[in-house]
């Protein structure tokens, strides 16, 4: 398990989510990655090494809205590929922690038709809420929708286009700390 930092914001939120993950470097990791959105939706950067490549990569990206992650993979090698946010119709995840019921959620999940491209447990929450959103949900009830099918630790923060002044965020047995700047 390593680290989240998200954030909405009035200005380009980009510098805040690298300052947050690099302060959470110390915990350790393996690949890192962010997901923003801005006036052509949702973009997503990943790097399979250091915060620092991260950072390289996402020079020039902006958003208001972001969420981030540092991973210490326990499904799935470490990777570009499994990297964090995992994406689905516009959504965007990043999560510490096991969901220990992944596997039920993936079958259930790709007859539904969805495609995985990782092999991480976390993709499977993407594509939940996706699936709970085509059930005419908004992007809360959704989420809450979908959290309620996991079982195992987490903490968890996820953006949507539809929606793109909001983050949800949601935690059971690992810590997520909120705050307010003025
Ligand atoms: N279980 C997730 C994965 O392997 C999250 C790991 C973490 O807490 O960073 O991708």
């Not at 801005?38 to 997503?44: E, T, W």
């Not at 470490?78 to 994406?87: D, G, I, T």
């Amino acid at each position: 398990m390593c680290g989240i930092v998200a954030a909405v914001a009035e200005c380009n939120i980009v510098s805040v989510l690298l300052e947050g993950l690099h302060r959470l470097e110390y915990r350790g990791y393996d690949s890192a990655g962010l997901a923003l959105l801005n006036d052509s939706g949702l973009q997503r950067v990943r790097a399979a090494g250091r915060v620092a490549e991260l950072a390289v990569q996402a020079a020039g990206a902006t958003g208001k809205t972001g969420i981030a992650h540092t991973r210490w993979a326990t499904h799935g090698v470490p990777s570009e590929r499994n990297a964090h946010p995992h994406v689905s119709d516009g959504l965007a995840v990043v999560h510490n922690g096991i969901i220990e019921n992944h596997e039920a959620l993936r079958a259930q999940l790709t007859a539904q038709g969805y495609a995985f491209v990782s092999d991480t447990d976390t993709e499977v929450v993407a594509h939940l809420i996706a699936s709970e959103l085509k059930k005419n949900a908004d992007f809360f009830s959704a989420t809450r929708a979908a959290i309620a099918q996991l079982q195992g630790a987490y903490a968890l923060a996820v953006l949507c286009e539809a929606e793109p002044d909001k983050i949800i965020v949601a935690r059971e047995g690992s810590p997520l700390l909120l705050g307010v700047a003025v």
